[in-house]
Nanobody, 119 residues
Framework: QVQLVESGGDLVQAGGSLMLSCTTS????????MGWYRRAPGKQRELVAT???????NYADSVKGRFTISRDNAKNTMYLQMNSLKPDDTAVYYC?????????????WGQGTQVTVSS
């Protein structure tokens, strides 16, 4: 089974920075694209950033220039460096990975990590 675990969420003041990490575990899988999503209270889940196995990235307009997504393929670990945080960034951040496993292609999710940005 593929397991994704996020870490790094915290309470920070506006303008501060955080780095989120998503570690993967398991055997017999190959991860393709990965991404970060977030869900704020009372709002729908939204895409934050994605990164392909080749390193191509996409960002939501709301985080462009402030967030940077990266991955270490050797470690099957993904990161999200968040700078200039705003209160609107407050949300539970989820790690997502598309992976080939057991002759199939599946989408996996982590449990989420809370990011809270105070004014």
């Amino acid at each position: 089974q593929v397991q994704l675990v996020e870490s790094g969420g915290d309470l920070v003041q506006a303008g501060g920075s955080l780095m989120l990490s998503c570690t993967t575990s398991g055997r017999g899988f190959r991860i393709n694209a990965m991404g970060w999503y977030r869900r704020a209270p009372g709002k729908q889940r939204e895409l934050v950033a994605t990164i392909t196995s080749g390193g191509s990235t996409n960002y939501a307009d709301s985080v462009k220039g402030r967030f940077t997504i990266s991955r270490d393929n050797a470690k099957n670990t993904m990161y999200l460096q968040m700078n200039s945080l705003k209160p609107d960034d407050t949300a539970v951040y989820y790690c997502n990975a598309d992976a080939y496993y057991a002759m199939g292609y599946y989408t996996y999710w982590g449990q989420g990590t809370q990011v809270t940005v105070s004014s």
